[in-house]
């Protein structure tokens, strides 16, 4: 890995860091924003419909109208994500992050003046529009960063936004603490805080350069494409990719972006569609939601102290970072898979062990201490791999014709089943008790067979091979035409990133010229 950091731009870093600032960790924000003040907001409700109606609701309605605020946000992504094929063709990908900030500014206005408006409707309004960005943003952060990294970085960048997602739950975790926004006055502005990140990241994204697959392939202009590798690149590197990307673009059947339905119809990427369904729908099918949503009620089952929740809480925020970190820093030195077989086989063991602390727990006093250790372990298994690793494979199973409609299906199967869990697992905590952890177990052991046996590693493996890798599995030749002699020549010389010959440097400048 040292030696790959060579090839690691301050510009690429920056963009890394930018993106995945004002939209990734919105994501993690919105995800554990709505934990800390859950009985503040109910109470607002209750507030309201007796002002409205002159009588209140029971428990079970209020706990039904906040589920709904809790999974709105996902029913949000699900809408932003089918949008997204459209957007990146359209805008481009730094384009459409741009575009979407208005949809932040929006939903932290709703929020932020519900309580003034004396309005339920306007926080769940606000959910779901912020909802669509992190649709929107979910499934364009790792496409942007995965056109624009290098082969031997585009692990590491595309983990950058999983880090983000956990350092999103982590400030919302600490910002929640009754010491900070954890108090009954502060929700609106807990909510609506939103507009920092996105404000920072309007004001700079802009100045960076468009993806450069995006620009050659999509937009057929080479001085711009040239352009944004030499900005997002060592001088030495930009001829190699040049080439490369030029290969690709020569195997893509079709030029047109392929559309949902051409993408489930075609038989040359069968294999990669059901991968990206099995990893993606196993994502969010895996328990972390429901660890992510309910993790006060979680140790308060398991007989944690009121007042000491809320530091426990952020206590596995601290973890989920430092195991975002280890995954983002180790993916080019052991691949994909043994940190997706990992992490889901732990996160298996966890879930089984959580409901045995749990049934036992009556019985041996320190199985409640058990439970909270699974609740850490699956935390940490998560965002070791299964967190990032799904959005990253989803770019880089695709070429460029497929890729945002392999988005749409991940992103739409994500947030499908991000909704599902929210709103199901209260109700199936209540029937099935501790047993329902056992469901998120066969999922996860389930995706980890899937993974062992399916998918090939793609580290460090240019688009094109991770094509040819899938070609026979799916039984079909990969429509390739041969490469001339001149370019197997210059592919020969290259070899990934080799010197410029001086006489190809004058040639791009004059090109640039």
């Known amino acids: 890995f040292p030696q790959d950091i060579a090839h690691l731009t301050s510009s690429l870093l920056a963009v890394a860091f930018l993106s995945s600032f004002g939209s990734s960790m919105l994501y993690g924000y919105n995800l554990a924003v709505v934990n800390s003040p859950a009985e503040y907001i109910k109470d607002f409700y209750n507030q309201t419909i007796v002002r409205r109606n002159g009588s209140g609701v029971d428990k079970e309605s209020l706990t039904l109208i906040y589920s709904v605020t809790v999974s709105i946000f996902a029913i949000g992504g699900l809408v932003g994500s089918l949008t997204v094929g459209i957007q990146v063709t359209r805008f481009g990908r730094r384009g459409t992050l741009v575009h979407s900030t208005v949809l932040v500014f929006i939903a932290g206005v709703l929020m932020g003046f ?78 609506s805080l939103v507009v920092v990140p996105t404000f920072i990241q309007l004001m700079l994204l802009p100045w960076f350069p468009e993806s450069p697959r995006y620009l050659l392939m999509e937009k057929r202009n080479i001085h711009a494409t040239i352009t944004a590798l030499k900005w997002y690149r060592t001088k030495s590197n930009i001829q190699a990719e040049v080439e490369e990307m030029q290969e690709e673009q020569r195997s893509l059947s079709s030029v047109e972006t392929v559309s949902v339905l051409q993408l489930v119809r075609d038989p040359s ?61 180790t993916i080019e030195r052991v691949g994909r898979r043994p940190l997706m077989i990992g992490g889901f086989s732990f996160m298996g063991v966890c879930c ?54 392999a988005y749409i299906v991940g992103g739409f ?81 290259m070899k990934g990133y080799g010197a410029l010959v001086p006489g190809d440097v004058d040639k791009m400048d004059r090109t640039e010229k």
């Open 413 to 493: 199967l994500n947030w499908i089943s991000n909704f599902t869990v929210g709103f199901v697992f209260p109700f199936l905590q209540m029937s099935a008790g501790a047993f329902c952890y056992l469901v998120f177990c066969g999922v996860c052991v389930g995706v980890a067979a899937y993974v062992f046996f399916i998918i090939p590693e793609t580290k460090n493996k240019t688009f094109v091979e991770i094509s040819q890798m899938f070609a026979s599995r799916n039984a079909c030749e990969i429509e390739n035409q041969p490469l001339g002699i001149t370019d197997q020549l210059g592919l020969k010389k």
């Open 352 to 405: 089984a062990g959580i409901t045995f602390s749990l049934l036992l727990q009556a019985h041996v006093s320190f199985m409640r201490y058990v439970s909270v250790a699974c609740v850490v372990g699956i935390i940490a298994g998560f965002c070791i791999g299964p967190a990032g690793v799904p959005f990253l494979m989803t770019g880089e199973l695709f070429k460029q014709s497929h890729r945002p409609s």
């Open 269 to 329: 990427v069968r294999w990669q569609l059901v991968t990206v369904l099995v990893v993606n729908a196993g994502m969010q099918l895996s328990g972390i939601d429901a660890i992510w949503f309910y993790t006060n009620a979680i140790f308060e089952n398991a007989g944690i102290p009121a007042h000491q929740i809320q530091y426990t809480t952020v206590g596995t925020g601290a973890i989920e970072v430092i195991a975002g970190f280890i995954g983002c820093f």
């Open 114 to 191: 519900s309580r003034l408006c004396g309005s339920p409707e306007m926080i769940i309004i606000g959910r779901f529009i912020v909802g669509i960005h992190s649709g929107i943003s979910l499934s364009v952060v790792p496409m942007y960063l995965g056109e624009s990294a290098p082969k031997n970085l585009r692990g590491f960048l595309g983990l950058v936004p999983s880090i983000f997602i956990c350092i999103g739950v982590f400030i919302a975790q600490i910002l929640g603490l009754h010491e900070l926004l954890g108090k009954e006055e502060h929700w609106p502005l807990f909510l």
